[in-house]
């Protein structure tokens, strides 16, 4: 255990500076670990730039040619890019110090091997909130460093220490590792979870690679953030509701939430212990459909990986089978949701892919949430939303943030979340917050109350699941394409102000709908410019009006479009996501001269 933030402060400056010495090039132009032969800093420099610019399929190309790249040298080199990106975004919450131990050992056994592990030697970066042997898990919490630090007591640990690996984490990591994967640094989450501004007391703020005066996203959002800058081949994440699709969005990567059990995933803190009726779903941060499509394959279905998880479904990703389908897909489409609409940049996103879509030869329905079912308008199921959010109403969140330092972004959400404790607040209050604003009036009047109500909540929610999975069906659609999130990435006081804004990625938790994100442009002066033309984006809620002032500065950031499909069709959502790809391009990468940032594609 920690005595206090000051220790725990003075031991993780220290592993960001035994990371600088192990890296730096001007303690390595003698080191044998290092593949070639170096005559200067600038040099090593210049090949270390050239590595981390590899695409995820030509690193490993290079790693799996026998006297090529080695784990030793791509860690060094990821390193000194993951430092340069902490300087500037702050993502990146501790180092894991046995990872240059783990490189070295894993070239002992493989660099001069004919038959390498399929990711051997490749370095990838880990969200904070898997448990992980030897290091807290704080979610951004003072109090879990008075705990003891995790030990992971499954029997695949012993197993992989017998065999000589290294093993560190939760079940997902633990199968990274053995293909001989590297986890080398941990990132930034909100506190507690409860907003997508990846910010906290005891990591502090993250910031979003395309512009610093903007959040990430989160809950993933460190992982988001160190990915799009480069800062790791690729990233691991979870998703409650949007948490892995909402950094996607606002960073220009691409992500898959799957079904909850195609891919489980024990020992972390995933969002909120005794949910309601909300898929908790887990994944990775790629640069392409590609990448993604190759990292999924290799843990979906997988028995090796049923082994350590059980709760995971039999079934392997088979892209095949799609790919060799004759019939043009049938798309459904909608630009809002009902509850809250997008601003002018991410309906556009929607339009532009429909449009394109349609050019290619599918066949494209519009999908109207309001012919659903009478009994459950959208307003409705956003209700039913944030009541499974906090199905005990927000007690085990109070009760974290209780005696504890709380993040300044997260003060004003937690004053609201206790005041809303009180009946007579809430009596007095509601009527007055609908004047102004009839969605912040229904987040407001979003509680429980009882088990009986509790009870009702859920049966209402999988009534409604059914009743949309028969409405898909009328349609005869394959996927649904709509928008990636209401906003494109925005200032960090706003996240906590706006709340509203999840239900564009959290219904598809609320039904466990598998959903992917794929970057689709940048947001454009007249986006923004249609921000204040009352016909294209109408102001008749206080909430809306937030959002358009949160966006008021968003030209240039990444654009997205959002891909979902019927449980258990991760295979039909990756296609789609392919072919939307194929027309928007891969996300062009931030390239920074100062606070600013020009434009470089992968």
Not at 226 to 243: K, Q, R, Y
Not at 268 to 274: E, F, I, K
Not at 348 to 356: G, H, P, Q, S, Y
Request: glycine residues 6%.
């Amino acid at each position: 255990m920690l005595a206090n933030q000051a220790e725990f402060d003075k031991q993780r400056k220290e592993g960001f500076e035994m990371f600088r010495s192990l890296s730096s090039p001007e303690n390595l132009l003698k080191d044998k670990r290092i593949v070639g032969k170096w005559k200067s800093e600038k040099d090593l420099e210049t090949f270390f730039r050239e590595i981390v610019e590899l695409d995820l399929q030509s690193l490993i190309e290079r790693l799996q040619s026998k006297n090529d790249l080695n784990a030793y040298t791509v860690l060094c080199a990821y390193t000194q890019k993951m430092l340069d990106s902490q300087t500037r975004l702050n993502c990146v919450t501790e180092v894991i110090r046995e990872a240059f131990e783990t490189a070295e050992g894993h070239d002992e056994m493989w660099y001069n091997s004919d038959e390498k592990p399929a990711l051997y030697g490749v370095p990838f970066s880990v969200k904070c909130n898997f448990d992980m042997k030897g290091y807290h898990t704080t979610i951004g919490f003072l109090k879990k460093l008075a705990e003891a630090k995790k030990e992971v007591d499954c029997p695949f640990v012993a197993h992989l220490r017998n065999l000589g690996g290294v093993t560190k984490y939760s079940f997902i990591l633990n199968f990274m590792y053995t293909s001989f994967q590297i986890p080398f640094v941990l990132t930034n989450v909100p506190q507690g979870f409860i907003s997508y501004i990846s910010s906290n007391p005891l990591y502090g703020t993250t910031r979003n690679p395309w512009a610093l005066d903007c959040t990430p996203g989160g809950s993933s959002g460190g992982e988001a953030a160190l990915v799009a800058d480069g800062g790791a081949p690729f990233g691991t994440g979870s998703d409650l509701g949007g948490s892995l699709r909402i950094p996607a969005a606002f960073c220009g990567l691409v992500t898959l939430k799957p079904t909850q059990n195609r891919f489980h995933v024990s020992y972390n803190y995933g969002g909120l212990p005794g949910r309601g009726r909300l898929g908790l779903s887990y994944g990775f941060y790629t640069k392409s459909v590609k990448e993604q499509v190759f990292l999924l394959e290799l843990i979906i279905g997988s028995p090796e990986y049923r082994k350590l998880e059980p709760m995971s479904s039999p079934a392997p990703l088979r892209m095949n089978s799609i790919k060799e389908r004759k019939e043009k897909f049938r798309i459904g489409w909608y630009d809002d949701d009902g509850f809250n609409p997008p601003v002018p940049s991410n309906r556009r996103a929607v339009l532009e892919t429909v449009n394109k879509l349609d050019e290619a030869g599918c066949e494209i329905v519009r999908f109207q949430m309001e012919d659903i079912d009478p009994n459950f308008s959208p307003f409705y199921v956003a209700s039913l939303l944030f009541k499974n959010v906090l199905p005990d109403d927000g007690k085990f969140i109070l009760d974290l943030y209780k005696n504890e330092p709380e993040d300044p972004y997260m003060a004003k959400f937690s004053m609201m979340l206790r005041l809303n404790d009180w009946a007579i607040v809430r009596w007095i209050f509601t009527p007055i917050i609908r004047i102004f604003s009839k969605r912040a009036a229904l987040i407001a009047r979003s509680r429980n109350g009882n088990l009986a109500e509790l009870r009702r909540i859920q049966e209402e929610t999988d009534i409604y699941r059914l009743k949309f999975i028969e409405y898909w069906k009328s349609l005869e659609i394959d996927a649904l394409i709509c928008p990636s999130f209401c906003t494109p990435a925005i200032p960090h006081k706003y996240p906590p102000q706006l709340a509203n804004t999840v239900f564009s990625t959290g219904l598809f938790n609320l039904l466990d709908f598998p959903a992917g994100i794929v970057p689709a442009g940048h947001v454009t002066a007249d986006d923004v410019a249609n921000l204040n033309d009352e016909k294209i984006f109408p102001i008749n809620d206080y909430l809306l009006k937030k959002q358009r002032d949160a966006c008021a500065n968003s030209e240039a950031m990444p654009n997205a479009v959002q891909i979902v499909g019927l449980p258990n069709e991760e295979e039909t959502v990756l296609e789609v996501m392919r072919i939307v790809e194929s027309f928007h391009g891969q996300m062009s990468k931030p390239v920074h001269v100062g606070d600013k940032v020009q434009f470089s594609l992968y």
